[in-house]
């Protein structure tokens, strides 16, 4: 069998860390503090609650220190969206910032803020409760964990693809200034400018503080053909100042604070011929391209408000109570031109406020010598005002909705691991989950040329319900030692993610309610093993996931409201996957990475009309499951050149791959397969103060649209057709500067 050179890559890399895991000769350590080096260090991670090093957590996670972020020039979390096994961390793009984010296999495809995602992202211990506006800023982190799999043993809910842990970085125990400035551009449009900064370090023997900021102004990296400006631009203000107090050895309290504010134009919407084969009109473009042609340029403000607050009480000398509060408050708007084409055809505007307050109490120790313990209380509320306005044919036409949305979850939660000997120890958990929710709903097409706005309360709502879920969460599971340096583990574990209501309803059917819809759950029984060796690691994974309920958000395009989006249960599912993930070092100054995953996603039995041809049979039961690639994976090469007493050299490429996959339920919509290559070029100083470097991303130009959304051929009496697809920017080249003093 002949392989393309990039998938050939990928075999060898992961070839020769399989081979390096085999017994080496002992040899001396060389030092790693180079930027290859980085890739070697240990992670600590807290995917069980409490820090331990990556490579003792019984857990499918890929895990990124400080140094790997800073090497990698990582700006937020889609710039790692296809270089993790079996996991596509997209932005939606309706509007930017919008998670849409998918592991293995289980993932979801809307921007509307009622929908719970599949995959839950937590910083610092707090859970964002909304997609909206958590993918913008990455510096000053300490490290980004990825955990694959359900997660609902210790994370709760919407964990049932895995969880995204982000935790940002304390002051140290010296004074620390840091300065960095990077600038880059490869499309038609501007240049991209960004200044960040930290200081940070002891105030007294009991305090210490840190103050962090980042700006970004971007002129757009696209040009709409319609206008000949460009566009995409954005503007990015972040301050996030942190305070430690530790009044005993005993006691820490960390108290921190994050204010953003971000401004920029709507999406770059393209439209091409669509999966039923109709062409975009009046204008097609070439998928293949970065062409779109716009007269709504539209934009979009997010303001967030985010303060939460840490105590670690060490109560005995294994034993520690934890406390993680946290608030944060959402304000956001945006104007999109949905129908991609320069005549007023499909316009939208959004408005959504969100305020959520949770907070975490749970204990982690020893009993005895043999059991470790954790158990713990959570508390979460959320309060979500949205309101959306289609305006359409130019405006002879208008639709106006929303809701008002409340969410309230409490659970306890336990983890036991018990070491039956020093070779094998076993593992069980429980969660129980209670959550309620209401929703008053102002359905589209119930305020058509009637205007109204949810935010100002002008709103008549025609769907007013609550509903309660409660859930019970188990994992059993077992791990053995095979050595110092290889470890197996085995579990079952459930997650599910939770039950709700559309706030943004299109649909007019009786058999199409806002909702509720039922919870979904996932039944994941996964093997893996972990290996560390002499100039390495290799870690993988073989897991199988049962699914029920599963949710889908259904689009389908409509002659009069444009678009129509349900929210069903609409088919139970199995996926079978493998996943391998290593790094080695082939020299002291040579570094390789890679990863390959692959899954295998399909229906079971299906319970709604997928396809929308009327009835539901083989053909629903054919179709590929959306969000769930087959084959992911990707090698990377680093390598360190001193020079002489000034410092060293680091060279780095890295290649990825993603299989395409289905975006829509019917198959029609999908986002193409990609293939990334990124490289860099760093110098370094001995001393620790200055990195100087160049960097490329996605070399290959390869183009990527956050979905693809279908647009009905005839919208009222106007032709359309082609689709909704904003566009990801293509390739970057920079220049980056650090200064550490």
């Known amino acids: 069998m002949s392989f393309p050179k990039p998938r050939a890559l990928a075999v060898l890399a992961m070839s020769a860390l399989m081979a390096a895991a085999l017994p080496a000769m002992a040899q001396d350590e060389p030092d790693r503090s180079g930027g290859a080096g980085a890739f070697l260090e240990e992670i600590l991670v807290t995917a069980r609650k409490r820090q331990e090093s990556m490579q003792d957590a019984p857990l499918s996670v890929s895990a990124l220190g400080s140094e790997q972020i800073n090497v990698l020039q990582i700006r937020d979390l889609t710039n790692l969206a296809t270089a993790l096994p079996n996991v596509s961390l997209d932005d939606v793009g309706t509007t930017r910032g919008v998670a849409n984010f998918s592991i293995r296999g289980l993932g979801i495809t809307a921007s509307i803020p009622s929908i719970d995602p599949t995959v839950g992202v937590f910083v610092d211990g707090v859970y964002m409760g909304l997609n909206n506006g958590i993918l913008f800023d990455m510096f000053d982190l300490e490290s980004i964990e990825v955990l694959r799999g359900p997660q609902g043993i210790l994370f709760g809910r919407n964990v049932t693809g895995g969880a995204i842990l982000l935790n940002t970085k304390k002051p140290g125990d010296e004074l620390e200034v840091k300065l960095r400035a990077a600038a880059d551009a490869g499309g038609e449009g501007g240049m991209s400018r960004y200044l960040m900064g930290s200081i940070g370090g002891p105030v007294s023997d009991t305090f210490a503080a840190k103050l962090t900021a980042f700006y970004n102004e971007d002129d757009g990296w696209f040009k709409n053909q319609f206008t000949g400006q460009d566009h995409g631009a954005i503007t990015q203000y972040i301050v996030r100042p942190v305070i430690v107090w530790t009044p005993t050895e005993n006691l820490e309290i960390t108290a921190r604070y994050e204010y953003s504010d971000i401004e920029g134009d709507g999406p770059s919407s393209q439209s091409h011929t669509n999966g039923s084969g109709v062409d975009g009109s009046p204008v097609n473009n070439n998928p293949d391209s970065f062409d779109f042609s716009i007269d709504e340029e539209g934009f979009q403000t997010n303001e967030t408000n985010f303060f939460w607050v840490e105590i670690d009480w060490r109560v005995s000398e294994t034993g520690t109570i934890t406390n993680i509060f946290g608030w944060r408050d959402y304000a956001g708007t945006a104007l999109s031109d949905i129908d991609a084409q320069p005549v007023p055809y499909f316009h939208g505007s959004f408005g959504s406020n969100a305020e959520q307050i949770s907070n975490e109490l749970r204990y982690n120790g020893m009993i005895g010598s043999r059991t470790n313990l954790t158990v713990g209380l ?61 929703a008053q709903i102002a359905s589209l097409p119930f305020n058509t040329n009637d205007p109204c706005n949810v935010l100002e309360g002008t709103c008549q709502y025609d769907f007013v319900d609550s509903e309660t879920w409660t859930n019970v969460s188990p994992k059993i599971g077992a791990t053995m030692s095979i050595s110092d340096d290889t470890m197996v583990y085995a579990h079952w574990t459930r997650g599910f993610r939770s039950g709700g209501y559309n706030l943004r309803n299109t649909s007019v059917l009786p058999s199409n309610p806002p909702g509720p819809f039922d919870e979904e759950t996932v039944d994941n029984f996964e093997i893996g093993w972990k290996n560390n ?209």
């Open 378 to 438: 959570y508390y979460f509320e959320n309060d979500i005002e949205y309101a959306e306005s289609r305006f359409l044919l130019g405006g002879q036409l208008t639709q106006d909705g929303g809701g008002l949305y409340g969410v309230e979850t409490k659970a306890a939660f336990a983890a036991i691991d018990y070491d039956v000997s020093d070779l094998l120890t076993l593992t069980a958990g429980l969660r129980y989950t209670n959550e309620s929710k209401d």
């Open 533 to 741: 060796f002499e100039r390495g690691r290799l870690n993988g994974a073989v897991f199988f996931n049962k699914v029920q309920d599963l949710q889908a958000d259904i689009n389908f395009p409509d002659p009069v409201s444009g678009v129509v989006q349900v929210i069903k249960n609409t088919a139970d599912a199995e996926i079978f996957g493998v996943e391998l993930d290593g790094v080695y070092s082939l020299t002291d100054n040579f570094v390789v990475t890679g990863s390959v995953g692959a899954i295998d996603a399909q229906y079971t039995e299906v319970l709604y009309d997928l396809n929308g041809d009327g009835v539901i049979d083989e053909a629903d039961l054919a179709l590929d499951m959306k969000r769930a690639p087959k084959l992911t994976y990707s090698a990377g090469v680093n390598w360190d050149v001193e020079l002489g007493s000034w410092g060293y050299m680091t060279a780095r490429a890295s290649f990825a791959h993603r299989d395409r996959t289905a975006w829509t339920e019917d198959n029609r919509g999908y986002v193409p397969e990609q293939d990334i290559v990124d490289a860099g070029l760093s110098f370094s100083s001995n001393d620790g103060r200055w990195v100087f470097a160049l960097y490329g991303k996605n070399l290959t130009n390869e183009v990527k649209w956050g979905g693809d959304t279908q647009l009905p051929t005839m919208l009222g009496p106007a032709p359309l057709g082609g689709t909704f697809s904003p566009l990801a920017r293509g390739r970057m080249i920079g220049v980056e500067v650090t200064l550490t003093l």
